[in-house]
């Protein structure tokens, strides 16, 4: 008799933990356009097959094997004469869908995801984080979803100037990337602290340029003077590195955007060719961040520098853009150099801000000359844009509005909702070292892209939004995740989704704890989101209790409230907890959660009044 009342409470155990993932529920993030729920599921077994109709579905059909092989460890057969138990993919359909949207219907015998290529990837996307695993069943609620992207622009960046990451790390984000149907990665190549792209005709910006001999510890602020590590490091990705990471992005739908700074942020190109500074040098590579007053000459020699580089650069990366940096230039160097103020005079140039207008424009005009177009932040405004340039509005949204009033293309990426190198907390102490600030997940996801400040015309040429990952204050893998996840799923919602289909509550309670959980089984890092924390009356007794909700259901809670520290070996939280009496005295509920995966989470402080 034992024996058989031990599978049955296992069994319902399970079912009440696997709850909120049942196999009629809809998670998709980002959340799309229109979703109609059926009844019942389709079940993916071995013998379920794919259709692809046309070459484009082919090669979609072979990424949804890559990505059910990487998630459960098996590929289906892309077989094209059955007609049941199917999976199609049809990239054929008369009245073509737009660009990256599609069709996706789920009923007991079938799914057919339709749209052109892209869209269909997406539909795949779609599906992947429809499916619900029961036990060893593979099943899809029955559903017509209806999805296209509110912006065109949906992007991430990330600095590899300030600390290198390997191609497996970046993959490992492209894949996660191409899951939220995030569509453009914007590689930040070079900076002070580094350059990070072979080039052939100059060979020191990888045997010279790619390396610091020190990096500072701690935070800019934390030593003064500063004390260094005395650990060479850095890195570079060959050419065919590169070119290996575009084509693995295409094929997920995600075009690689070059970023090549100038004229600043070159420190370290000056490392290794101090002729193309303005005779302040010797130059170092930079061992720690800022903004640094070395900058590179305008002379012949280095626009000579830069189009062979930028020709290198555009025969690796097919991007229609490239960008060019053009952040944060001090003008000091320009304003003591003789030679720069002759080529002020000689240009009839007002001052050093136009010389630096000056600059990019020859730059865009040997970028248009190729076919490509300029992105720059929005410091390429001051001094006059050049005239086809796009700009990344990072300082606000200040320079994005203007750059629309003048008729120029914007992506929005503005410091106080797209910096994700800015720490999670606003408790510092309880975080990891980050570069400062606070940037709560609730606050990327309620952000939108189109300003009220612009006409509906002028909207239009908001091509959409991005999130930047600098990295002077992340130097590994797990870091970089940490800070990446959760809050690049609520940029992939804020890219993706129309504004009155928002819905935070929606996407952090029910949504994103199925994320997460996906994000663990795949083995990338992120940060556990803070628990619900919420102080009511106890009817029953009159007094005062702390209620704990955790994002993830099945995560345990340890906690304390007489001031020592959280760990394994504090009180297990299983329900809400009885306020001591403190004769009014202030308490501190200190908690940390550990996810059924055994994540823990760092230790959450709230103060108890
Ligand atoms: C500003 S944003 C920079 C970067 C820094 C970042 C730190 C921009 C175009 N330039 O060089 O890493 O702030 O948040």
């Not at 894949?175 to 072979?198: C, I, P, Y």
């Not at 730059?363 to 050049?386: A, H, M, P, Q, V």
């Amino acid at each position: 008799m034992k024996k058989r009342i031990i599978p049955v409470l296992c069994l319902l155990l399970l079912n009440s933990i696997t709850f909120a993932q049942q196999a009629n529920e809809v998670s998709i993030i980002p959340k799309p356009a229109s979703v109609e729920k059926g009844i019942g599921a389709f079940i993916i077994s071995k013998h379920t097959n794919i259709l692809a109709k046309g070459a484009d579905a082919e090669k979609v059909a072979s990424m949804f094997n890559y990505f059910l092989n990487k998630k459960y460890g098996f590929v289906l057969k892309i077989n094209n004469t059955v007609t049941t138990n199917v999976i199609v993919l049809n990239t054929t359909l008369r009245i073509k869908l737009p660009y990256e949207a599609y069709q996706l219907k789920v009923t007991n015998h079938s799914i057919n995801i339709s749209g052109e290529r892209s869209g269909v990837f997406y539909g795949v996307q779609s599906l992947l984080q429809l499916i619900h695993e029961n036990g060893r069943q593979l099943s899809v609620p029955v559903v017509t979803i209806d999805d296209a992207p509110n912006f065109a622009y949906r992007g991430l960046m990330l600095d590899v100037g300030r600390h290198f990451f390997d191609i497996d790390e970046i993959k490992k984000i492209l894949d996660v990337m191409a899951s939220l149907k995030l569509n453009r990665f914007h590689w930040h190549l070079t900076d002070d602290q580094g350059w990070r792209l072979e080039i052939k005709k100059y060979p020191k910006l990888t045997s010279i340029s790619a390396w610091r001999d020190s990096s500072i510890i701690g935070g800019y602020g934390d030593f003064k003077p500063f004390i260094y590590d005395g650990q060479r490091s850095g890195g570079f990705y060959t050419q065919d590195q590169a070119r290996e990471v575009v084509k693995y992005a295409a094929e997920r739908n995600i075009v690689v955007i070059p970023e090549i700074e100038m004229p600043g942020h070159s420190t370290a190109v000056l490392a290794a060719y101090p002729e193309l500074g303005n005779g302040t040098g010797p130059y170092k590579v930079a061992g720690y961040g800022g903004v640094f007053y070395t900058i590179y000459n305008p002379g012949e020699p280095t626009f000579k520098f830069l189009e062979d580089v930028l020709t290198e650069v555009m025969a690796i990366f097919p991007s229609k853009y490239i960008h060019i940096g053009g952040d944060e230039v001090p003008k000091d160097e320009w304003k003591n150099s003789p030679f720069a103020q002759l080529v002020i005079k000689d240009n009839h140039l007002k001052n050093e801000e136009e010389l630096q207008s000056w600059f990019i424009s020859r730059i865009e005009k040997f970028l248009n000359k190729n076919g490509r177009n300029l992105i720059g932040w929005d410091e390429i405004l001051e001094g006059g844009l050049s005239p086809n340039a796009t700009v990344m509005s990072w300082r606000g949204e200040q320079g994005g509005i203007d750059a629309a009033k003048q008729g120029h293309d914007v992506i929005m990426s503005p410091g106080g909702y797209m910096y994700i190198d800015h720490a999670q907390a606003k408790d510092h102490t309880t975080e990891p070292l980050a570069i400062g600030g606070f940037l709560p997940l609730d606050v990327v996801y309620n952000y939108s892209p189109r300003p009220a400040a612009l006409t509906p015309d002028q909207q239009k040429h908001i091509l959409g939004v991005q999130a930047n990952m600098w990295t002077e204050y992340i130097a590994t893998d797990n870091k970089l995740e940490y800070m990446l996840f959760p809050r690049v799923a609520a940029l992939a919602e804020v890219g993706w989704t129309k504004s009155e289909n928002k819905d935070y509550k929606n996407f952090s309670e029910n949504r994103l704890p199925i994320f997460l959980k996906n994000l663990e089984r795949s083995g990338v890092n992120y940060r556990i989101p803070e628990a619900d924390v919420v102080i009511n009356n106890d009817a029953q007794t009159g007094r005062k209790t702390i209620a704990i909700t955790p994002f993830i259901a099945d995560s345990k809670i340890y906690y304390t409230v007489d001031g020592h520290k959280a760990d394994n070996t504090a009180n297990l939280y299983t329900s809400p907890i009885l306020i001591p009496y403190t004769n009014g005295r202030p308490l501190t509920l200190k908690y940390i959660i550990v996810t059924a995966g055994n994540r823990v989470s760092n230790e959450f402080i709230v103060d108890i009044k």
